[in-house]
Every structure is written in C-alpha cells, then in structure tokens.
C-alpha cells in the first residue's frame, strides 16, 4: 500500500476505537429499542419470542388519553420550569458578577443543590410539603394564613418549584461562566460610551452570552423532559395522572403493566420529541445566522 | 473644551502603591503623550482619568470641576483600547453609532454622523461588516471612528497602534498626525513607543517606575533630558553613557574616562565646579559623533568598530571603546571595515552630564 493511501486512512484508523464504543454503548440499546417498539413484548419474554405487531404499539398510544394526558404534563412541566430557571439563574449570574467579599462562597452555597442526589432532593421536598409537619405549612400558619395542600391539591406547582431549586444553579453556573470570559475591555468600552448598567446587560451582555445560554437551555430541556426521581418520591405521578410525566409513565408501563414494547414506543415518541427541539433550535440558529448573512450581502450589494 | 488637571494622583492595588503622585495640567486642544517603558503607570493613569479606575488619593479636574467619584459618561470623553474593544456582535455602523443610539439622537443624524466619519477613516465599504470579518488595521479605524462620531471633548488613547505590523503602525500614526490637525480637542495618549510620542506630541510626559519623569515638549525633552532615564529612553539608537573622572590641569577641566578624555567647554567647567564633582556620567546621543579621522585627541573618542547595522542611508555602528559599548550613526558610504580603528569628534554643546548619585542631569 502507498504511503500516501496510508495516510489518507490514518485519521479512520484512529476514529475506529470510538466508532466501535459509540456503536456498541448507543446504537445497539438504540436499535434495541426501536426494534422492541414494533413488538408485542412482555419482560418474561426474550425479545426474539415475541410477536410483531407492526405500528400497532404507536397507534395505540396515539390515541391513548392517559399517555396524552402525560405528555401535556411533559410539555407544561418541562417548558415552565426551564423558562423559570432561565430567568433566574441568569438574573443571578448577573447580579453576582462582582467582585465582592464573600461572593465565592456565596456562589458555592448557589450550586450546593445540584450536588445532592435528586432521590435525597425528592425525599427534603416531601417532608417541606408535608400537609402536617412540612415547614411551608409550619411557616404559613405562623403567620396566620391557611396551610395548603401542596402535594394534592398543587402537585405539579409542587414538583415545578422542586425542580428550580434543585437545577437553577445549574444555569447560574453555565451563566456566570459566560458572564466572566466576556471580553472586558468591550464592557469598559460601553461604559465609556455611557451605558448604564441595564443597558450594557441589554446591548451588550446577554447578546454576546447567547450562544452559551441557547446551549444550557437546550440541556436544561432535555432534561426536563426525562426528569423522574424526584416526582418519583414525591407524588409519583399522582394524584391521579396530575405529575406522570413521561419518563415516569414509560416506567409503570413497562414495570407495572409489563408491556416493554409499548414502553419502547414511548421511549421513541419522547426520543422524537426531543430531536423535534434539537432540530428546531439548531434551525432556529441557522435561520437568524443566514438572515444576518443575507442582510450584510443586501448592503453590500446596494453600496 | 476643557483643560484637564492631576492633581497629586496616587493608585494603590491592595498594599502595592503603583502610581506616586502624579502632578499634570493638560491645555485645552493640547496632544498629551504619555510614554514610558511597560508597567510604569500610564494605562492606570489613563484609566484613572476615563474613570474605569478608582483614585485612590489625589484628585482629578476636569475644567476645575473635581470627577473622580463620577461615572465615565459623566465625564464626556472618548476611548479608544488597545485590544479595539469592539463589540463583536454589532457591525461597523452600531458599534461606531453605539454611544449615539443609547443617547437615543434621531435617526437621521446618527446615520449622516456615522457616514461623516465613515469617509473620513475609509471604512464607507466595511458599514455592514462584523469586527471578526475585517483586517487588524480596518479594526483599529473602527475603534477610531467609535471615539470619533461622538462629539467628546477629551480623547484618550491606551496605545492604539501597538497592536499594529510595523508598516501599518507608520501608515497610521501619520494618519492620527493629520487628523490632529482636524480635530481640535484634547488628546490624551499613552504609548511606550518613544517614535509615536516624539512625532504626535504637543507635550511629552516621560513616566517611569509611577511617577512623571519629565514634562515639556519633545524638543525641550530631546534636548534638555532632565535625568539619565529620559536620556536615555528618548531617542534611537539610544543615548550612550560613559563613566569619567573629573581632572583639571592648567586650569582647564578635562573628562577622563576609559579610551577617551574630552576637554570641558566653559558652560560644563561652571557647572562642574559649581557642583564639585569627582565623578560623572557623560551621555552622548549616537547622532551627535562626528567621523572625523583627523580630529585632535581632546574632543573625540576613538572607537573599534563590532558590528554595522545597515538601515538605508545611514547605518548604526555598535563599537567598543576600551570595553564599554558605543553606538553611532553613520552615512552608509562611509568606507569602513569591521574591527578597524575610527575616530569620532565630540561637539561639547552635544555632551550631556549627569551626576552619579541621583542620575539628576547637571547644567
Ligand atoms: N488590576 C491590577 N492589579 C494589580 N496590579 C496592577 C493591576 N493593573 C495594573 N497593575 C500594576 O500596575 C502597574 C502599572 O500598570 P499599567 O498602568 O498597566 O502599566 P503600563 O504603563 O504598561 O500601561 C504595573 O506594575 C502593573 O503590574
Ligand atoms: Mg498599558
């Protein structure tokens, strides 16, 4: 063999040990999934003895008013809680972009909830919520008011202020990050070119973070979308269907009503869900980058 | 336009003092540079002055009003940085309008102001361009056109061209010449290059170590250094020094130091024996040795030649008399050859003498 086709193999060469874990850790669960979606399966079977039924797994689902029912609950869950967390973890990572004393471990104090295993998180928040005993009722009685039934009556608020506490950090952190490998002397220049604080937060901060911050919601949503130890602990999905969201459906239907492909079927509408965002965000992007392309063009043609 | 006033300016980060009182009265419509080798103060002086900075003692006037506690717009100047400092997510025409657009000026004017100055720096084709898609000299009149299209009374520079090739630093510092001429406002600009100080100073303020050097014009400041630093920082190729014992026979001073001894003219003999001296150091600029074969021993300095630098018309010589190292400007077409003997007259107008102790000049 020539040197020369040698080297054009090299870089191959080199990806094929990452090829084959990508394949094996990814690919094969993935096809795995997706070839159990098209069965009738239950778990005491081996995937091969079951019987194929074709798309009858996904238009069962389609139709099925539980698993809508869940998906709205996804929908509404994960989009508030991200918009949420958006606005104050951003908000906070503006605010503490300051050298003050005592703002580091102010700033390690802000990501302590990130680090506490969401089983743990679940359980604190069952107990604050507890109807009796929980300190939000302890505290609205001391100050004269009517306990409120958190987990019954407002499930899915409950679980949403769960999830801010336990992952606003996590976009503080991503925030603060971008906040600080801003160019300095672009900041200084707004300054000298008197902007004042707001304004050098809207003109020049949040646009140049922008990049950073549409990637930390597209993983904050992701996540959102597959949250469920903590509403596990909490209500797990109850009452009645108010918290199952998917995640935790997929679960029962796959543990409780013992039917694996359609918990399959589930997985990949949820999959689908997910690259709909993904491709979404990623067009989104595209479009405004080829908008400003075309404008700049527009301009220099009518020079 | 305003005059702007130091006023026993000190910076102090944490416990390390980095500017000792900084004195220094800026005239109306005057181009200030500050210069001085890297570290010495002057972006914190400017800084300072911009209100990026908190003072830490001292005061600064602009227009007799003292605006050390106000915030930068307050203060109405300019900046242009050393990295640029654009915006990166704006193209040519916000970033030069930004300022404009936050005064929320009518439309029509920002965009006759931005073409205006567009025009005057050449960048009427790169309006629509990001900063990322233009070349480092286009970046640099986009930092230029920001700080023009406002209407600010001061400017200040934190060297704008260092970031620049040679050749395009040249091409631009004779640009920023001519548009001084234009523009009639106070400049304030901080460089370590002595070439742009010297070529676009009114005033010439010569910093060293946090504290003023020397002030005055670049003439006064080339002719009359105060001290060896500025001596010896001003000027290319760079001033030589030489040690010499003071010895007197027959009533005339003579300066004897290693290779040479050069008669004392009547101003240096007042000076030397007004001080009382032993010892000086003789400072001689490169420019001012004369090659002259035939000159008499008292009043030149022979020198054996290491190395010519070829640089055009004229070369620099590095020599060696009698172990200390000397430079001299040369005709190229002088007929010499390396390790020959050469001897150079010395014009006494053009020695300057420092006293060894404090490096004060003596005159
Ligand atoms: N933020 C800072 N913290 C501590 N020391 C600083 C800071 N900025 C500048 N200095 C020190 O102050 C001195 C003057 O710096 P500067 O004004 O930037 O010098 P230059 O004359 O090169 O512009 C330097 O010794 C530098 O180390
Ligand atoms: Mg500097």
Redesign the pocket.
């Known amino acids: 063999m020539s040197t020369a086709k040698l080297n054009r193999l090299s870089p191959y060469l080199f990806l094929a040990p990452a090829f084959l874990v990508m394949v094996l850790a990814l690919l094969y669960p993935l096809g795995y999934m997706i070839y159990g979606s098209f069965r009738d399966w239950n778990p005491s079977q081996a995937l091969g003895e079951s019987t194929f039924v074709g798309l009858k797994n996904y238009y069962t689902l389609w139709h099925d008013p539980n698993f809508r029912e869940s998906v709205v609950v996804t929908l509404k869950f994960a989009i508030s809680v991200v918009t949420i967390e958006m606005f104050i973890g951003v908000g906070l990572a503006l605010l503490l972009d300051r050298n003050l004393r005592g703002m580091s471990l102010l700033r390690t104090l802000f990501i302590l909830p990130m680090m506490i295993a969401p089983v743990v998180v679940g359980l604190i928040w069952k107990y604050m919520y507890h109807p009796t005993l929980g300190v939000f009722n302890d505290t609205l009685r001391a100050l004269g008011m009517e306990p409120v039934e958190w987990l019954s009556q407002h499930a899915l608020l409950s679980i949403i202020i769960a999830d801010i506490w336990q992952w606003t950090p996590f976009i503080f952190i991503l925030a603060l990050a971008a906040l600080q490998s801003l160019p300095r002397s672009a900041l200084e220049a707004a300054r000298i070119d008197g902007a004042t604080g707001w304004q050098q937060i809207i003109h020049i901060k949040l646009p140049l973070m922008m990049p950073v911050l549409i990637v930390t919601c597209l993983l904050r949503l992701i996540d959102a979308f597959k949250v469920l130890e903590v509403i596990l602990v909490m209500t797990a999905g109850g009452p009645g269907l108010t918290t199952e969201i998917m995640a935790l459906r997929i679960s029962r239907t796959a543990t409780e009503f013992r039917e694996l492909g359609v918990a399959a079927a589930m997985s990949n509408y949820l999959l689908m869900m997910l690259l709909l965002l993904t491709v979404l965000m990623l067009t989104y992007n595209r479009w405004i980058e080829y908008r400003a392309n075309k404008a700049q063009r527009a301009a220099e043609e009518a020079l | 336009m305003p005059e702007i006033k130091l006023e026993n300016l000190c910076k102090s ?2 416990n ?1 003092e ?1 500017l000792h009182g900084i004195d220094l009265e800026m005239q109306d419509a005057e181009f200030t540079v500050l210069v ?10 400017l800084r300072m002055i911009a209100g990026l900075e908190t003072v830490t003692k001292g005061e600064i006037f602009i227009d007799g009003r003292p605006v050390s506690k106000l915030e930068p717009k307050e203060r109405d100047l300019a900046m242009v940085f050393q990295d640029y400092a654009l915006y990166p997510h704006m193209n040519v025409a916000k970033n030069m309008s930004f300022a404009l657009r936050l005064e929320k000026r009518p439309k029509k004017e920002i965009q006759r102001k931005v073409q205006e100055v567009a025009d005057i720096l050449g960048l009427t084709d790169f309006l629509h361009r990001k900063p990322a898609e233009l070349s480092g000299g286009q970046r640099q009149r986009v930092a230029m056109g920001r700080a023009l299209t406002r209407d600010s009374s001061t400017f200040l520079f ?1 060297e704008p061209l260092s970031n620049l090739d040679a050749k395009l630093r040249t091409q631009m510092r004779a640009e920023l010449a001519m548009m001084r001429q234009r523009v009639h406002k106070n400049m304030i600009y ?1 460089t ?1 290059d002595q070439i742009e100080a010297m070529t676009l100073a009114d005033r010439i303020v010569v ?1 060293h170590g ?1 504290v003023i050097q020397q002030q005055g014009t670049p003439e006064e400041l080339f002719k009359f250094p105060k001290n060896k630093f500025v001596a010896g920082f001003l000027g290319t190729p760079p001033m030589n020094f030489l040690e010499a014992t003071i010895e007197e026979s027959n009533q005339q001073l003579y300066l004897k130091g290693q290779g040479f001894m050069l008669r004392c003219d009547e101003r240096a003999t007042a000076c030397l024996r007004r001080e009382e001296l032993l010892k000086v150091l003789v400072g001689i600029r490169p420019c001012d040795l004369i090659y002259q074969p035939d000159a008499p021993s008292d009043s030149a300095i022979d020198i054996d030649v290491v190395v010519s630098e070829y640089i055009g018309a004229q070369s620099v010589l590095i020599g060696d008399c009698a172990g200390q190292d000397v430079m001299v400007e040369l005709k190229s077409d002088t007929p010499i050859a390396l390790g020959e003997r050469l001897r150079f007259s010395i014009d006494f107008q053009a020695v300057h003498l420092f006293n060894m102790s404090n490096d004060l000049a003596i005159a």
């Open positions: 980060y944490g390390i980095v001085g080798p890297s570290g010495c103060g002057k972006s914190t002086t934190d901080v370590h910093m946090g």
